[in-house]
Structures are given as C-alpha cells and as structure tokens.
C-alpha cells in the first residue's frame, strides 16, 4: 500500500525558507514521477511542482518558479520542497502525490496517490 508522509511544515515569517520532506514507502519511489500542491483556506487545491523519476525533469506553477525547488532522493525514498522568499499567499497546506503518468505535469487528476499534508502559515 503506497504510503506518503508529509513533514516540516510550520509557521514562518515572510521572506523566510522551510524545506518540506515527503516520506514514501509501499512502493517503488525511484519508478515514479511525483509533485507537490496546496491548499490554501477556502480555495481549491492548486500545483505547485512536480519532478521525474530521475529528477532530471521539473516542472514548478509560475506563481512559486525562482523561489521553490523540487528535489529527490531515491535512495531514501524522499521528496522534497525547498521553498524560499516566502510570501503570505504561499499559505496552505502542502500535500505530496504520486502520478501515474509516465511524463512530468500539473493536472490533479493524474496524481492517483496523496499524503495527509503538512501545513505552511506564512505571517506577514
């Protein structure tokens, strides 16, 4: 059973950095393309980034690209999200998901398998 575990999330001050980690297990991380999206207060949930197999191709929302970085370990079976300069509209909670697309995109529905998420409160 996949199993993808969201952590490092917490309060943080505008301009400041958090890394966000997702932990998968239950399946073979290293075959998968994966992503990060969030969800802010009232809204719908929206993409962020999202990163291949091999980590060799990226794909990150216009609203985050220069400030957040999407990285991979397949040897720890780890995502994460490097998120800098953050600003209040960078508020949400942040969820980790598996596609089951063989290509790099953005679409919600192609990602078949999410974690719980971890929540980012950014002050002003």
């Known amino acids: 059973q996949v199993r993808l575990v969201e952590s490092g999330g917490g309060l943080v001050q505008a301009g400041g950095s958090l890394r966000l980690s997702c932990a998968a297990s239950?399946?073979?991380?290293?075959?998968?393309?994966m992503g990060w999206f969030r969800q802010a207060p009232g809204t719908e949930r929206e993409f962020v980034a999202a990163?291949?197999?091999?980590?060799?191709?990226?794909q990150y929302a216009n609203t985050v690209k220069g400030r957040f970085t999407i990285t991979r370990d397949n040897a720890k079976s780890t995502l994460y999200l490097q998120m800098n300069s953050l600003k209040p509209e960078d508020t949400g909670n942040y969820y980790c998901?598996?596609?089951?697309?063989?290509?790099?995109?953005?679409?919600?529905?192609?990602?078949?398998?999410w974690g719980q998420g971890t929540q980012v409160p950014v002050s002003c």
């Open positions: 998901a598996r596609t089951f697309r063989t290509v790099v995109g953005n679409k919600e529905d192609d990602f078949s398998s």
């Open positions: 239950g399946h073979t991380f290293s075959s998968y393309n």
């Open positions: 990163i291949s197999w091999s980590g060799d191709t990226t």
